[in-house]
């Protein structure tokens, strides 16, 4: 890139005008742009493996079976670009996809009222992890973690840890349900609508100054803090969109798999992974929020690609985590030799304080640029 | 530039491990239909260790083994054996029952635990037992041997029940029990002793699998694709199941592909999904019926012919198994084992003889009996099992339909 700029101004003002294609290809050179890149290539490998797989009839099936986990992405990247966890999203899966189950049953008529007690109930979960670790001031990993297994043993409680059947079939449409007799398609999903939506509103939000506001609470809570924002209720809100993107997963789940008390085990691990495979720095501050959904996808088809290969049962789980440590790794070395400035000047944000006091063009969406 | 070359070395360092993972499973999958032996994924190593010829022969005979006793009252019918003397147990009055449970986390567990609990009144009623202390280890090894060790220690208990969490482990704190000179009754998992008054179980896992395997290898041909899914690794009972099945698939020329699930609804639907996008799934084997009607629904998604199948005599899915008309059979590990530890103690406590290993019948449901059982159980939730053979108990049929978890 631009090493040889002299002036760190002119590096600013190069990079914004910029044409499309090239600041198209700076984007696939940040973490957050090179996930897309690995997905491509996985998806590749799968259609080569396997063509059947790019036929637009199962290719959306895979996009609606990828959406739930996809959402809870999503969510999580609010929590994590922020600065917190959220390790509750998985019993918060499995308590709605319980409560689906015990509260519907076969009750047609039930089923709008408890979706929206499920909704409530995981913004009321999101709301006391965020004043927990905002006002109390007790570290977001342990409140969750606490929620986690206070979910949990609640759900033992109440079910003895086995399944009670599915709810009625007009809930379970949510999931499994779509659009029947598209053309080329054949069918669109509900979820991936659903996910379709999150993604836009996800991408707006961050776009808005509540998204911007987040960002600068996860890059520098104190300096937030001073600029005059409210911390604690930017960062609770974030957990609050993280336990209701956890319920919209839920609910999806029910109807895709049905009720199990196994269903969302492990989800908030596979929503933190995908999260930092999409490039967004633990810790906060950095990255993109499509690129967390994009992180869901690449490990998605990730798992898909290992189902194709026939890996024995007994050491898939094994390929999956050197994969994903490989991964990750190569995303974040890419963050630290940015962080220490050994690239563009362009791309340290110091320098564009420094530089230009009104924001300028192109340099939004924090560390994406 | 820098960064990028460090993101393309470590990209290019996982490639060899994609390429490496492909090479070295691909060719074992192709190679399997020819030669009928090595069938494809499913040459886990580990399940080679779990293959136990002279078990395996044991319960392939004593799947056509007649049992004494009455055939109503399947849960007192055992194979003819070595009896155990129990005439210095013999005492009158109410005793009093101390039960070590490893858990009752799955919805055969708490079928045979609701069942458990009525035949435990009908045995106060009659004045056999005064009362049954359960400690419940939620699945945890330690948290069983410190149960059983405080019931040791608090020496208020007439007969010991154990249901072991796992084989090895619990060994030692039943030979403990043992010690304490009263009766003790360990059913379902077994441990490494002999010396329990008695081990209530029903023929086995090997049995299990020749049932199934049979089963599908008879209506499938050579070359065809069975995808087997599989609760977890290292359990003996599942363990057992998966490698009587995986040898017969083999013998057979069936393409067996294992997975494990953890009976997650998702994975399992996942997993369906994508091996039917690679080519046809002719086949379905379960090691345990929980997830079953994920696995239909996958089919029925994707607009696949459903599959023939083994699941077990779970409601679920012998009400799939109907609503789909499938070629299935329903293999069952006998839950009515949770009532034959209360009425073994009974005739414990009268000083009647009972078999040492006391095996019970295990009987597979198949297509001609299943409106049988579905009119049997009518009403039954979705978790429930159809033989569970309490129908005789008070209680029935309100206690099990609504299912309350005493």
């Known amino acids: ?25 700076r984007a696939v050179r940040t973490p957050g742009g090179a996930v897309f890149v690995l997905l491509t290539g996985l998806l590749a490998t799968i259609i080569v493996l396997n063509p059947s797989f790019g ?79 905002t006002l109390l001031k007790v570290p977001s990993f342990i409140v969750t973690l606490g929620m986690m297994l206070a979910l949990l043993g609640l759900v033992l409680y109440w079910t003895g840890g086995a399944a009670q059947g599915n709810p009625a079939d007009s809930f379970r449409q949510i999931g499994r349900g779509g659009i029947q007799d598209v053309p080329v398609l054949d069918i669109i999903p509900y979820p991936v609508i659903i996910l379709t939506a999150a993604a836009v509103a996800g991408f707006v939000l961050m776009r808005r100054p509540y998204g911007r506001m987040l960002i600068a609470v996860g890059d520098n809570p104190s300096a937030a803090a001073l600029a005059g924002s ?7 809100r974030a957990f609050m969109m993280s336990s209701l993107s956890a319920t919209v997963a839920g609910i999806l789940l029910v109807g895709y798999a049905g009720v199990h008390p196994s269903v969302g085990r492990g989800y908030e691990f596979t929503a933190i992974t995908a999260v930092v495979l999409g490039g967004v720095v633990l810790g906060g501050g950095r990255g993109w929020v499509l690129s967390a959904a994009a992180g869901a996808f690449a490990l998605e088809s990730l798992f898909t690609l290992l189902n194709f290969m026939g890996l024995q049962a007994t050491w898939r789980d094994t390929v999956q985590g050197a994969i994903i440590i490989i991964a990750v790794a190569a995303a974040s070395r890419s963050w630290q030799r940015k962080r220490k400035g050994a690239s563009s000047a362009a791309h340290d944000e110091q320098h564009q304080m420094a530089a230009a006091p009104t924001p300028a063009e192109g340099t939004e969406q924090g560390g994406r640029v | 530039m820098r960064n990028n070359s460090v993101r393309a070395i470590a990209l290019a360092a996982a490639l060899p491990l994609v390429a490496l993972t492909g090479c070295t ?29 002279s078990l395996y022969d044991t319960q392939n005979q004593q799947r056509s083994a007649t049992f004494e006793g009455n055939p109503e009252q399947p849960y007192l019918q055992y194979i003819a054996g070595p009896m155990r003397d129990t005439s210095k147990f013999k005492a009158p009055g109410a005793h009093k029952v101390c039960f070590a449970n490893a858990s009752i986390s799955n919805p055969w567990r708490q079928t045979g635990w609701i069942t458990m609990n009525q035949q435990l009144k009908a045995l ?90 049979t089963f599908l290898s008879e209506r499938l041909q050579s070359g065809d694709k069975v995808v087997a899914l599989r609760i ?24 067996a592909k294992d997975y494990f699930t953890g009976a997650d609804p998702t994975k399992i639907k996942n997993i369906i999904s ?108 979705s978790g429930h099992y159809a033989k569970f053979g309490g129908e005789d108990l008070a209680g029935y049929p309100e206690v099990w339909q609504k299912r309350q978890i005493p």
């Open chain 1, 230 to 236: 409210r911390v604690w209720w930017v960062r609770t």
């Open chain 1, 55 to 133: 036929e637009p009839g199962s290719f959306i099936r895979f996009v609606g079976r990828t959406a739930p986990i996809a959402i809870a992405a999503i969510g999580q990247y609010f929590v994590i670009v922020a600065g917190e966890f959220d390790l509750s999203m998985g019993s918060v899966v499995t308590m709605q996809v319980i409560v689906a189950g015990n509260l519907i049953r076969q009750d047609d008529s039930k089923v709008i009222p408890v979706l929206v007690l499920m909704l409530v109930l995981g913004a009321f979960i999101g709301l006391v992890n965020g004043l927990i670790t």
């Open chain 2, 25 to 53: 499973t691909e060719p074992s999958v192709t190679q399997t239909t020819g030669t009928g032996t090595g069938s494809a994924a499913a040459s886990s190593p580990a399940s080679k260790d779990w293959f136990d010829q």
């Open chain 1, 1 to 25: 890139m631009s090493t040889a700029l002299n002036s760190e101004r002119s590096a600013i003002l190069k990079q914004n005008r910029a044409s499309r294609s090239e600041r198209l290809l």
């Open chain 2, 124 to 213: 106060q009623g009659t004045g056999v037992i005064s009362e049954m202390e359960t400690r419940d280890a939620k699945d945890n090894d330690n948290t069983q041997i410190a149960d059983i060790d405080y019931f040791i220690a608090e020496g208020k208990c007439d007969a010991f029940v154990i249901s072991p969490n796992s084989t090895a482990a619990l060994t030692q704190a039943v030979e403990r029990a043992c010690e304490t000179g009263k009766p003790v009754v360990v059913f379902d998992r077994g441990v490494e002793t002999d010396c329990a008054t008695t081990f209530i179980h029903p023929i086995g896992g090997f049995a299990w699998g020749i049932d199934t395997a």
């Open chain 2, 274 to 381: 994508d091996e039917l996008a690679t080519g046809d799934v002719k086949g379905v084997w379960m090691d345990a019926g929980d997830g079953a009607v994920a696995a239909l629904e996958a089919f029925e998604d994707a607009g696949k012919k459903l599959p023939v199948m083994t699941g077990e005599d779970e409601m679920s899915f012998l009400t799939k198994w109907k609503q789909t008309g499938i070629d299935a059979m329903a293999p069952v590990y006998s839950n009515f084992q949770w009532r034959t530890p209360l009425l073994a103690l009974e005739k414990v406590f009268k000083g009647e003889p009972i078999p040492a290993e006391w095996v019970l019948p295990q009987k597979p449901i198949l297509k001609d009996e299943l409106d049988q059982w579905l009119q049997r159980n009518q009403g039954m939730p």
């Open chain 2, 232 to 255: 977890l690794p290292g359990v003996d009972v599942l363990e057992h199941r998966w490698a009587a099945a995986k040898k017969i698939f083999e013998e057979k020329g069936i393409q």
